[in-house]
């Protein structure tokens, strides 16, 4: 069975310090990822995706991700954060293939100190 | 552009009732998705609508229903009310991109069962 595993349920992080958000995942196929944002009482935003190509993918607001296939992983990171990236995070899974459900993991809380 | 719309934004039902929620993709968008997430939780995939037809359901049971109109709007109905049923429900539409799907999601409705 596909599954995603956030292996941070809470990430605290000084301002203008970097971050990695951890996501592994399992499947037996080719699969898609993401990264949704979300700010408290709100929906989800996303922030970036991987379909093919690149490894290395950039979205929004300065964050990017690496797809490692060997690894199953595809870690969100950012050179610098600021007190307004304070948020939920979720990496999400799909596959090629059918009808394209996402699959979320359980989310990481990224607090951002001053 | 109008991103996803759903409606109501908050709901406070009793147990045992039945609930409508509503939501209206981003135009040009045909397939909708249903999500349910719990306090704490990822999102859980409900249902996904692509031209009125149903493509996927998740591990919920009968009590959830969904339909999507003609101008590709959805509903999503819950019969007999459960206090678990207490969460916030998110609506994804999505496009196809050359290499699948991308899920753009509303607000939510949070919706509180008594």
């Known amino acids: 069975a596909q599954s995603v595993t956030q292996l941070d349920s809470q990430v605290p992080v000084f301002e203008e310090a970097p971050v990695e958000l951890r996501c592994n995942y399992s499947?037996?196929?080719?699969?898609?990822l993401f990264w949704y944002v979300q700010y408290p009482n709100q929906g989800l935003q996303l922030l970036l995706k991987?379909?093919?190509?690149?490894?290395l993918v950039k979205g929004i607001n300065g964050f990017e991700a690496e797809f490692n296939k060997s690894q199953t992983s595809f870690h969100l990171r950012k050179p610098s954060v600021h007190i307004s990236d304070t948020a939920e995070y979720f990496c999400?899974?799909?596959?090629?293939?059918?009808?394209?459900?996402?699959?979320f993991g359980a989310g990481t809380r990224l607090a951002v100190h001053p | 552009d109008a991103g996803v719309t759903q409606s109501p934004t908050h709901l406070i039902k009793t147990r045992g009732q039945q609930v409508t929620l509503r939501c209206s993709p981003i135009?040009?968008?045909?397939?909708v998705s249903w999500y349910q997430q719990v306090l704490g939780q990822g999102p859980q995939f409900i249902f996904q609508?692509?031209?009125?037809?149903?493509?996927g359901r998740g591990n919920f049971p009968d009590r959830f229903s969904a339909r999507q109109f003609p101008n590709y709007s959805s509903e999503l109905n819950v019969n007999a009310l459960l206090l678990g049923d207490s969460a916030l429900y998110l609506c994804?539409?999505?496009?196809?991109?050359?290499?699948?799907?991308?899920?753009?999601f509303g607000a939510g409705t949070r919706l509180s069962v008594l």
């Open positions: 991987y379909l093919s190509g690149s490894t």
């Open positions: 994804a539409s999505s496009f196809r991109d050359r290499l699948g799907d991308i899920q753009y």
């Open positions: 135009s040009g968008h045909k397939s």
């Open positions: 999400a899974v799909s596959f090629s293939g059918g009808y394209n459900k996402l699959i």
């Open positions: 499947s037996s196929v080719s699969v898609y």
């Open positions: 609508y692509y031209e009125k037809e149903e493509r």
